[in-house]
Nanobody
Framework: QVQVVESGGGLVQPGGSLRLSCAAS????????MGWYRQAPGNQREAVALINSDGITNYADSVKGRFAILRDNAKNTVYLQMNSLKPEDTAVYYC???????????????WGQGTQVTVSS
């Protein structure tokens, strides 16, 4: 069994910062790409930031220069540092981690349960 649990969401004023965390636990052999996605009411889920096993990152244009994705393989954790937050960043944020549960298995994407981020004065 694999569990992916997010934390760190909340209410913040425009211009403020938040740091999201996503930790994986359970029967894990190795990790591949880790990413953060978000979904605002009435919108489709969109990719925000990705980081592969080599540490190469990719960001949505809307968050470039404001958000940073980091991974700590020793802690099975991926972070999303969000600075200069705007009201349009308000959404439920989800992490997705590609995991192999054994050397013989393929990659499977595991989603977290989501954490609400609200940017409002």
């Amino acid at each position: 069994q694999v569990q992916v649990v997010e934390s760190g969401g909340g209410l913040v004023q425009p211009g403020g910062s938040l740091r999201l965390s996503c930790a994986a636990s359970g029967s894990i052999f190795s990790f591949n790409t880790m990413g953060w996605y978000r979904q605002a009411p009435g919108n489709q889920r969109e990719a925000v930031a990705l980081i592969n096993s080599d540490g190469i990152t990719n960001y949505a244009d809307s968050v470039k220069g404001r958000f940073a994705i980091l991974r700590d393989n020793a802690k099975n954790t991926v972070y999303l540092q969000m600075n200069s937050l705007k009201p349009e960043d308000t959404a439920v944020y989800y992490c997705l981690i590609q995991i192999r549960v054994s050397r013989f298995s393929g990659w499977t994407g595991y989603w977290g349960q989501g954490t609400q981020v609200t940017v409002s004065s």
